[in-house]
């Protein structure tokens, strides 16, 4: 069994309870294969990164393995705008969308879940474009300032795995979903020195573990989300937060994706 998200942007939650944490998001557009089904609850793993987590049933379409394996074949087209709409062309509904979300079957203006058509007339980036990374760095600056939410994927709160993840990703680069788990990909680099702006900085707690990512920037800045998508100085020692004038994340290691 698969399943889309047909709304703006669904909490996805540890467990199935609505007093469960929300771990990530699904936004419009992405496709999950559905593990099983409890109650008012399913066990989803996402296509786009193999995360496992549980949404409410009433909050996503089913859809058949053909059209699952199609959006996921084809080339992957996402929207490029903080926040635009899109409008069912046969019931005339429109909702909002953000950026990052999948534009499923885009061809022309129009994007399609099943025989369901949608409008969108926004600016778009396919996942299939030369990769860049002055790319990588213009994404990032779209969500500044965007508030901090744990598990969040939006400019209305993102978390600091989800912010880079969703910034690799109009990019059409795949990260996986938690910072412990991106930290495993990509390219481990030495010193601080050879870093080159959109490369990811991972930092660690008291006890080892990473905890926080961000996006390496030039002159010794970094873009990450703590409180906020903010911009504060990087070095060899980790974040230096330039509101408190100390440094708020110690540094574990860095890594080029591509």
């Known amino acids: 069994m698969f399943g889309i998200c047909n709304l703006s942007v669904v909490p996805c939650r540890r467990e199935p309870s609505d007093r469960s944490e929300m771990v990530t998001q699904l936004l419009f557009g992405e496709t999950f294969e559905i593990i099983e089904i409890q109650g008012s609850w399913v066990h989803i793993k996402i296509a786009f990164d193999d995360y496992d987590c549980w949404i409410d049933k009433k909050q996503y379409l089913p859809i058949e393995q053909h059209t699952?394996?199609?959006?996921?074949?084809?080339?992957?087209?996402?929207?490029?705008?903080?926040i635009q709409v899109v409008t069912d062309l046969k019931s005339k509904q429109l909702f909002p969308i953000t950026i990052g979300s999948n534009l499923p079957n885009f061809d022309n203006g129009e994007c399609a879940i099943e025989n369901t058509v949608f409008n969108y007339d926004g600016a778009f980036v396919n996942g299939y474009l030369p990769f860049t990374k002055s790319g990588i760095v213009d994404s990032a600056m779209l969500f500044l300032n965007a508030p901090y939410l744990w598990g969040g994927k939006t400019p209305f709160g993102i978390d600091c795995s989800g912010f880079t993840q969703t910034v690799y990703k109009l990019n059409g680069i795949k990260l996986l979903r938690?910072?412990?788990?991106?930290?495993?990909?990509?390219?481990?680099?030495?010193?601080?020195?050879e870093a080159e702006a959109?490369?990811?900085a991972f930092f660690d707690n008291d006890e080892g573990?990473?905890?926080?990512?961000?996006?390496?920037?030039d002159n010794n800045k970094i873009i990450h989300a703590s409180g906020k998508v903010r911009i504060d100085g990087f070095d060899h020692h980790g974040i230096f937060n330039n509101e408190k004038r100390d440094y708020s994340h110690k540094l574990r290691l860095l890594k080029r994706i591509v």
Do not use: W
């Open 68 to 82: 699952f394996d199609i959006i996921n074949s084809t080339e992957a087209y996402h929207c490029n705008e903080l």
């Open 178 to 193: 938690d910072a412990y788990q991106q930290a495993e990909q990509g390219e481990t680099l030495s010193f601080v020195e």
């Open 198 to 200: 959109g490369d990811l």
């Open 209 to 217: 573990r990473i905890v926080h990512v961000g996006i390496v920037l």
